[in-house]
C-alpha cells in the first residue's frame, strides 16, 4: 500500500508539472475589455548570448518605462512586484527582468564563468537599449533593490544618458562592511535579550572574515535566517512567509518554474561567492550625473541603514534625496507599498515629464 500510495502521489506531482501553465492577465478597462495601448507580455529576449525572461505591464506604452533591477543575487521578485506594486502599471511601462542565471532564466547552459560583476553590467546595459528601442524612448528610469542596487548604481554612473534618475531601494553599499555591521547587531541583540540559543548559533556561524563566513553559503544562509528572525530583514514577522510564497509562485511561474527558482538561487550564491566582496560603492561609484534617491528601511540590517547612510553623505550627484521608510527593514518596498508608490508616481514620474506639466 505505501509503494503504491507514493505512486500516485509521484504521478499526480508529474501531472501537475505538465498541466501547470503559466500567464499574466491582460490589462483591462472597468468593463472588462482590453485597455488600448496597454501591454501585458511575457518573453524571452536574447541578453549578452543568453535567452533571458522579462515580464512587462503597462496601462499604456506611452508612458515612461520604469526597469526594476530584483536582489540576490539569483531572487527574482517578479511575485512581489506583481502583487504589491500593479498600480504603478497605470503610470509606468513596468519591466521586471529575471536576471541571468536566476527564474525564468535559469538554465543549464548558463555558464558559470559567466556569472560575475561585469557581465551583469553588460547585461544591465544591453537590457536597456533593448527597452528604449522597444517603446521608442530617448531615457527610462531604473529602480533596484537590494543587489539589484548595486547593478543600477553601477549601469546609470556608467552610462547616465540613459536614464531620466536611479531609485534605490536597501542600497547595497560595501558586502565586506555590510556582513561586519549585520553580524554584530545580532551578537548585541542576542546579548540584549539573554538569548543563549542565538549566541551558541552565532558562535557557530562565525563572524565573517572579509565577507565571508567560514561555511561559505551554509553560513550566509543561517545568518540571514537569524536576521530575519530578529527583524532586521523582514520586519513584521507575520509578512515573512506571504513574500516567499509570492516571489516563488506567482501566476506567471509553472511548477517547473518555482522548481528552476530554488535551482536559481542556489546556482547564483554559489557563483557569486568568488566575487562577493569586490562590491565597494565608495570607490566604484563616488560621483553619479542624475538624480538619485535611496529608500532606505529604519531597520534594515541586511545592507545596513548606517552604511548606506554614510555612502549617502559622501555621494557626488545633481539631485540626491533620502527617504526613511519607518516600518519596515529590508523589503521596505513590500512592507510599504503605498509610501513607495506614492513616491514613483507623484515625485519621480515627474523627472520625465515636460516642464509645464511637472
Given at each position: 500500500?505505501?509503494?503504491t500510495?507514493?505512486?500516485i502521489v509521484?504521478?499526480i506531482?508529474?501531472?501537475?508539472?505538465?498541466?501547470?501553465?503559466?500567464?499574466?492577465?491582460?490589462?483591462?478597462?472597468?468593463?472588462?475589455?482590453?485597455?488600448?495601448?496597454s501591454?501585458?507580455?511575457?518573453?524571452?529576449?536574447q541578453?549578452?548570448?543568453?535567452?533571458?525572461?522579462?515580464?512587462?505591464?503597462g496601462?499604456?506604452?506611452n508612458?515612461?518605462?520604469?526597469?526594476?533591477?530584483?536582489?540576490?543575487?539569483?531572487?527574482?521578485?517578479?511575485?512581489?512586484?506583481?502583487?504589491?506594486?500593479?498600480?504603478?502599471e497605470?503610470?509606468?511601462t513596468?519591466?521586471?527582468w529575471?536576471?541571468?542565471?536566476?527564474?525564468k532564466?535559469f538554465?543549464s547552459?548558463?555558464?558559470?564563468?559567466?556569472?560575475?560583476l561585469?557581465?551583469?553590467?553588460?547585461d544591465?546595459h544591453?537590457?536597456?537599449?533593448y527597452?528604449k528601442?522597444r517603446f521608442?524612448?530617448?531615457?527610462?528610469?531604473?529602480?533596484?533593490?537590494?543587489w539589484?542596487?548595486?547593478?543600477?548604481?553601477?549601469?546609470?554612473?556608467?552610462?547616465p544618458?540613459d536614464?531620466y534618475?536611479?531609485?534605490t531601494a536597501?542600497?547595497?553599499?560595501?558586502?565586506?562592511?555590510?556582513?561586519?555591521?549585520?553580524?554584530?547587531?545580532?551578537?548585541?541583540r542576542?546579548?540584549d535579550?539573554?538569548?543563549?540559543s542565538?549566541?551558541?548559533?552565532?558562535?557557530?556561524?562565525g563572524?565573517p572574515?572579509?565577507?565571508?563566513?567560514?561555511?561559505?553559503?551554509?553560513?550566509?544562509?543561517?545568518?540571514?535566517?537569524?536576521?530575519?528572525?530578529?527583524g532586521?530583514?523582514v520586519f513584521?514577522?507575520?509578512?515573512?512567509?506571504?513574500?516567499?510564497l509570492?516571489m516563488?509562485f506567482?501566476a506567471?511561474y509553472?511548477?517547473?518554474?518555482?522548481?528552476?527558482y530554488i535551482?536559481?538561487?542556489?546556482?547564483?550564491?554559489d557563483s557569486?561567492?568568488?566575487v562577493?566582496?569586490?562590491?565597494?560603492l565608495?570607490?566604484?561609484?563616488?560621483e553619479?550625473?542624475?538624480p538619485?534617491?535611496?529608500l532606505?528601511?529604519?531597520h534594515?540590517?541586511?545592507t545596513?541603514?548606517?552604511?548606506?547612510e554614510?555612502?549617502?553623505e559622501?555621494?557626488r550627484?545633481?539631485?540626491?534625496k533620502?527617504?526613511?521608510?519607518?516600518?519596515s527593514?529590508?523589503?521596505q518596498?513590500?512592507?510599504?507599498?503605498?509610501k513607495?508608490m506614492?513616491?514613483?508616481i507623484?515625485?519621480?514620474?515627474?523627472?520625465?515629464l515636460?516642464?509645464?506639466?511637472?
Amino acid at each position: 500500500m505505501k509503494k503504491t500510495g507514493f505512486a500516485i502521489v509521484f504521478f499526480i506531482l508529474v501531472l501537475l508539472f505538465i498541466i501547470s501553465r503559466s500567464s499574466t492577465s491582460d490589462i483591462k478597462d472597468p468593463y472588462g475589455k482590453p485597455i488600448p495601448n496597454s501591454i501585458a507580455t511575457m518573453e524571452y529576449v536574447q541578453i549578452g548570448g543568453q535567452k533571458q525572461f522579462m515580464l512587462i505591464r503597462g496601462n499604456d506604452i506611452n508612458n515612461p518605462v520604469l526597469f526594476f533591477l530584483h536582489g540576490g543575487p539569483g531572487s527574482p521578485e517578479t511575485g512581489l512586484v506583481r502583487k504589491y506594486h500593479s498600480e504603478l502599471e497605470k503610470y509606468f511601462t513596468l519591466v521586471m527582468w529575471e536576471q541571468r542565471g536566476s527564474g525564468k532564466s535559469f538554465s543549464s547552459t548558463v555558464s558559470q564563468e559567466t556569472m560575475n560583476l561585469e557581465v551583469f553590467l553588460n547585461d544591465t546595459h544591453e537590457v536597456t537599449q533593448y527597452l528604449k528601442k522597444r517603446f521608442n524612448k530617448n531615457k527610462i528610469f531604473i529602480i533596484g533593490h537590494s543587489w539589484g542596487t548595486y547593478l543600477a548604481v553601477r549601469t546609470a554612473a556608467r552610462y547616465p544618458e540613459d536614464y531620466y534618475a536611479v531609485v534605490t531601494a536597501g542600497l547595497l553599499v560595501n558586502t565586506i562592511q555590510q556582513e561586519d555591521i549585520s553580524y554584530e547587531f545580532l551578537v548585541q541583540r542576542s546579548k540584549d535579550l539573554k538569548n543563549e540559543s542565538i549566541q551558541n548559533q552565532l558562535k557557530n556561524i562565525g563572524p565573517p572574515v572579509n565577507g565571508y563566513y567560514k561555511n561559505g553559503k551554509e553560513g550566509l544562509i543561517a545568518e540571514r535566517k537569524l536576521l530575519n528572525q530578529m527583524g532586521g530583514s523582514v520586519f513584521s514577522k507575520k509578512m515573512g512567509t506571504m513574500f516567499m510564497l509570492s516571489m516563488t509562485f506567482p501566476a506567471e511561474y509553472t511548477l517547473w518554474d518555482s522548481f528552476q527558482y530554488i535551482r536559481g538561487i542556489n546556482y547564483s550564491i554559489d557563483s557569486f561567492m568568488p566575487v562577493y566582496n569586490q562590491v565597494d560603492l565608495f570607490k566604484e561609484v563616488p560621483e553619479i550625473k542624475i538624480p538619485i534617491y535611496v529608500l532606505t528601511g529604519r531597520h534594515d540590517l541586511q545592507t545596513p541603514f548606517a552604511l548606506a547612510e554614510k555612502y549617502y553623505e559622501k555621494l557626488r550627484a545633481p539631485e540626491k534625496k533620502w527617504i526613511w521608510f519607518e516600518n519596515s527593514a529590508h523589503l521596505q518596498i513590500f512592507e510599504e507599498p503605498e509610501k513607495y508608490m506614492d513616491l514613483l508616481i507623484n515625485t519621480v514620474r515627474k523627472k520625465a515629464l515636460p516642464e509645464s506639466l511637472k
